[in-house]
């Protein structure tokens, strides 16, 4: 029962977000790119909440490597719709899409989106070089841009006043924070920390 109840509850926290947008007034007379872009941004939000699900083994009947590699296949997900996304504004609006993108938009909610745009990028080419980086330093790179993510992608859509409808994005966004929060108390970083290198020497110099 408990499994049924948490499944159809994130199957409900992704899909009611979608339903209203796609069904919001406010698309009524825009271009399919454009609608293509706003989907693109719900299903991101969406994938963000996956994430941290999948790392820390908190689905049910999901077994744990399973979860991993599906871990990577959503991430990669995630680097798709923000494309689309990001790209579907660009051809609507270019002059916006370039005001953003240096910085220099008037609007407060675009500088954390285009923060959360970069850190999903960083985190992808992280994920390919793992082999290439010390474990504890990987893990510590890797959360450190999944918080960049988590922060600038929520704040970004609370900021909006768009299509999601408030209710649906709030409850969304909370439940975001909630899973990358537990992720991150769970993953125990302060003693990663103490494994890395310059402290171990530092330690053994005092």
């Known amino acids: 029962m408990r499994s049924v109840l948490i499944w159809g509850g994130l199957a409900g926290a992704l899909a009611v977000p979608l339903a209203v947008a796609v069904t919001s007034p406010l698309l009524a007379w825009r ?5 293509a872009a706003g989907v693109a941004g719900v299903v991101a939000l969406g ?26 296949g959503v991430g990669a997900g995630l680097v798709a719709a923000v494309v689309v996304h ?9 002059p916006d899409v370039v005001d953003a993108l240096l910085f220099r938009s008037p609007t407060p ?26 474990l504890v330093v990987w893990r510590l790179c890797h959360v450190a841009l999944a918080m960049v993510i988590v922060f600038g992608t929520v704040t970004h859509a609370m900021l909006i006043d768009g299509t999601m409808g408030m209710v649906s994005k709030a409850v969304l966004c909370a439940l975001v924070v909630a899973a990358a929060t537990k992720l991150l108390v769970d ?20």
């Open 31 to 35: 271009e399919p790119v454009y609608i």
């Open 109 to 134: 909610f675009s500088a954390r989106g285009v923060a959360a745009m970069w850190a999903v990028f960083a985190a992808a080419i992280l994920a390919a070089l793992r082999r290439a980086l010390r």
């Open 47 to 72: 994938l963000l909440l996956l994430q941290p699900l999948l790392a820390g083994g908190y689905l049910p009947g999901l077994r744990f490597r399973l979860g991993r590699r599906l871990h990577a």
């Open 187 to 206: 993953l125990r970083l302060l003693a990663d920390i103490r494994r890395l290198p310059g402290r171990d020497r530092s330690r053994r110099a005092g």
């Open 86 to 94: 990001v790209a579907g504004l660009w051809v609507t609006s270019p």
